[in-house]
């Protein structure tokens, strides 16, 4: 009979190289009550089979910080523990074959220097120093990581296991969780059997922790919560040793979708092509351990051609294995990590992409923390499992996504790129409207949104590229539209979530930084605070009645931000309620703006009437609305609310008076570049729960007067400690390069940050970048006096600085009409 415990503080389900890593970082910070569950032997869902690859440098300067935690941890932990991990810096090269690609490269390596990772950009020869057995036709060039290296990736799941267990944990292999306890919110326990069924029992437990890699999805059902995720076919092969082979960097061709890795004297090539193999989509047998796929040879026969023309001596090796194994994957190529929204002590740790070794410990080292302390160590919003809707554990969606999702690991990650699989779920009252009016449409969080229209016999799809895509002009037209004229763009995809009760007020006076004790029909722009100052959500918040107000959100992080309020509820007497569906929103943006709502409604729009910040019941057409005087893009402007059945009707109406006044269709592109313009923060760029309000610039929008609000003494101790680094607003003063994210600032010549969000400012002429730039001890006029430059993929560009707005901050229009210049609202998903 096992003996395992009845109690315990935490179950941890699943032990691949991510459960052990939880475990192992839980042990570290000296919790004991540890028991891991595994339902066969450790490591023999997917981390046996896994390449082994230690990147270092990701997509986010969280991601990178993780990656290179994990490095860090591997070179020490076989001296810990006495198990041999492998590991090995050899350093990575990265080839090109086209100048987008060669780009993009380029790019990631002047983003790696703001991250503090060593690279290097390389010449096609230069390539060929590195990596010798290079066949360099078509290359053009490529970039090298030192740092990089590679490593065996089951040992390095038991070394973190017995490093688990010598801190007290308990690893139990051969023990399948058949059911899980829950009451309300909670779980309370977990039902086990033993795998030779000779042993059953159950744990009572304070939470537990989905690490089950493919069987995440399944495990979070029984939990009661959603992990949208699917196993698809990986290949590769392992060639007969090569005379003469020694030790290589890592190779990556990503045009030609492979990667290489020596080992042994034999060489290893992967593949992550275009159209993927889900699998599983019946279930994973339970008999599964160690397995693998059936070999499907032509399905891999053009990667492995294109890997033998690559490296010619592949053609004369023989191939040791051809293996086949499953890999999970999620919609948006990013893992899972953190406290499930549907429930308050379900964490997750799942979905890990074909990246789970090189994330492995920073994931497990993050998210232990989280759970220690409640709280995010710092931002983790883009994996963070709060983003994921629930529409997409929908099991059909999963294996229709997860075909496109294995290839875009290697695929072109251009600016602006759609997903092109799992389309059209859902849908704003006016898709069709907007369709017929030749709307290019991209997609978030499962919206379908208009992000720019085409002109009559111009082709409707993007043509992508790192300089200027196909609708450059077509969004720079729509930016001008708002900008001189009048623009409408479809804002219905942003959360709308409904706050009601006899505490209303009080509830969220505690959970949000700004004032709610306003008269009906006012409007508050302010931020969900966590404990540290940094911000949550941001938001603005409707008083539609004395006991209801309406919370807008970015359309992405609506569920997340729902959460957070149902969280700090406490005792409050208030109910939460999401009725994004319920309304469409139409934002009509301009100097022309109330020319058109005048033209179709009675009511009146004047300054006087329907000051900046509030909203008002009004007639429009033959039907109702109401109409909020807010601007996301500094213009003069209203978002109309109408309720879904009247949406259609709305439409027409706007659209047929507007056509007097030049209304333009305009898209999310064109209110992304002039929210730019503006300098509006954009959640999850320009503003995590890392970054301090008050060093985000917006501490007009948290009123410390008022007691008792989650973040307020943060907010009172950053007031008296100063600043440490300020947001900024950059123009580069070449109108030619234009900016995305993660670019590095540099201050007289040295990188002191990097753009968290970038476009082009067509009204300013030229790129625009947001970022935080170091302040520590100095004034505001201080920090303006240095020289800037932001580097773009290799090349430093001039840019100014600001700390206003750099869009017509004097304009008494603006400040007449639009209200103070800093009374922004929530930011785009």
């Not at 395992?4 to 699943?14: D, E, F, Q, W, Y």
């Not at 059909?396 to 997903?419: C, I, M, N, V």
Request: proline fraction near 4%.
């Amino acid at each position: 009979m096992m003996d395992l415990p009845t109690k315990a503080r935490v179950v941890i389900i699943g032990g691949g190289v991510v459960g052990c890593s939880v475990a192992y970082h839980l042990a570290k910070l000296g919790w004991t009550d540890i028991v891991l569950l595994e339902r066969k032997a450790l490591t023999s869902g997917t981390t046996w089979h896994a390449a082994g690859l230690i990147g270092q440098l990701r997509t986010s300067n969280t991601m990178t910080k993780l990656a290179r935690y994990t490095a860090g941890l591997y070179t020490t932990l076989e001296e810990e523990t006495g198990v041999a991990t492998g590991f090995r810096q050899v350093g990575s090269v990265s080839a090109a074959l086209t100048s987008e690609r060669l780009e993009e490269l380029y790019r990631a390596a002047a983003m790696a220097r703001a991250f503090d990772v060593p690279a290097e950009e390389l010449s096609a020869s230069e390539v060929k120093e590195h990596y010798p057995h290079l066949n360099l036709d078509g290359v053009t060039g490529g970039i090298w990581l030192p740092t990089d290296g590679q490593a065996d990736p089951a040992n390095i799941a038991l070394a973190l296991a017995k490093g688990a267990r010598q801190g007290g944990a308990r690893v139990q292999e051969r023990v399948r969780v058949t059911g899980i306890a829950k009451t309300g919110r909670r779980v309370t326990g977990v039902d086990w059997a033993s795998d030779d069924g000779t042993a059953e029992g159950h744990i009572e437990c304070d939470m537990i922790v989905n690490c089950a890699g493919m069987w995440g999805h399944e495990v979070g059902r029984m939990a009661g919560i959603n992990v949208p995720l699917h196993a698809c076919e990986h290949f590769y092969i392992v060639t007969e040793p090569i005379e003469g082979l020694s030790q290589l960097p890592v190779l990556r061709v990503p045009d030609e979708c492979t990667y290489y890795k020596e080992d042994a004297g034999k060489m290893l090539v992967g593949a992550f092509e275009p159209l993927a193999k889900p699998w599983g989509m019946n279930g994973i047998p339970e008999s599964f351990e160690f397995d693998q796929l059936p070999e499907d040879f032509d399905h891999f026969e053009p990667i492995l051609e294109a890997a033998c023309n690559r490296l010619p001596m592949l053609a004369e090796a023989g191939i040791h294995t051809f293996f086949n194994g499953p890999e999970s994957f999620t919609p948006d190529d990013a893992y899972h990590l953190g406290l499930a929204p549907q429930m308050d002590n379900v964490w997750v740790a799942a979905g890990f992409n074909s990246i789970g070794i090189q994330s492995a410990g920073g994931a497990g080292h993050a998210l232990s923390q989280w759970m220690d302390t409640g709280e995010k160590p710092f931002d983790l919003g883009g994996v963070d499992i709060g983003r994921m809707q629930p529409f997409q554990g929908n099991k059909t969606y999963l294996f229709e996504r997860s075909k496109e999702t294995l290839g875009l690991l290697y695929a072109d990650h251009f600016p602006h790129r759609q997903k092109a699989t799992a389309r059209g779920i859902r849908r704003t009252p006016f898709h069709h409207h907007l369709l017929n009016e030749g709307a290019v449409m991209g997609e978030a969080a499962g919206w379908e949104r208009a992000n720019w229209f085409a002109r009559a016999g111009q082709e409707r799809e993007y043509r992508y590229c790192w300089k200027r895509q196909n609708w450059f002009d077509n969004s720079a037209a729509e930016h001008r539209a708002i900008r001189e004229n009048v623009g409408m763009y479809d804002m219905s995809s942003f959360g709308k979530i409904r706050v009601e009760g006899p505490d209303a007020e009080a509830f969220l006076n505690h959970v949000g930084g700004g004032d709610f004790s306003v008269p009906v029909g006012r409007i508050v722009y302010t931020q969900f605070l966590n404990s540290k100052g940094g911000i949550e959500a941001d938001v603005t918040v409707t008083r539609l009645s004395e006991m209801a107000y309406l919370v807008v959100t970015p359309g992405a992080t609506r569920l997340a931000d729902q959460t957070w309020m149902e969280r700090h509820k406490g005792a409050h007497n208030v109910v939460i309620t999401d009725v994004t569906a319920g309304e469409g929103v139409l934002a009509v943006m301009g100097p022309n703006a109330r020319k058109v709502l005048q033209a179709v409604s009675p009511n009146d729009f004047s300054n006087a009437a329907n000051p900046f910040g509030t909203a008002q019941e009004i007639e429009l057409g033959m039907g109702l609305a109401r109409a909020h005087r807010v601007s996301y893009v500094g213009e003069l402007g209203w978002e109309i609310y109408v309720s879904a059945d009247m949406a259609g009707h709305a439409f027409e109406v706007l659209r047929e008076a507007g056509q007097a006044h030049g209304l333009t269709l305009c898209g999310m592109h064109a209110m992304d570049s002039c929210r730019i313009e503006k300098g509006f923060r954009h959640f999850g760029h320009d503003i995590t729960s890392e970054d301090h309000v008050l060093e985000a610039g917006l501490g007009f929008a948290v009123k410390t007067a008022k007691p008792d609000f989650i973040g307020r003494d943060a907010v009172l101790r950053k007031k008296d400690e100063g600043l440490a680094q300020r947001m900024l607003q950059f123009r580069l003063t070449d109108p030619e390069p234009l900016l995305y994210h993660n670019e590095p600032i540099l201050r007289d010549g040295e990188i002191v940050g990097y753009v968290s969000s970038g476009n082009y400012g067509h009204h300013l002429g030229g790129a625009i970048g947001m970022g935080y730039v170091p302040c520590k001890g100095e004034s505001a006029e201080e920090v303006l006096a240095s020289s800037y430059e932001i580097d773009v993929a290799g090349t430093r560009v001039k840019a100014e600085a600001s700390l206003r707005p750099m869009y017509d901050p004097k304009s008494t229009r603006v400040r007449a009409d639009e209200g103070a210049s800093d009374g922004l609202r929530e930011s785009a998903a």
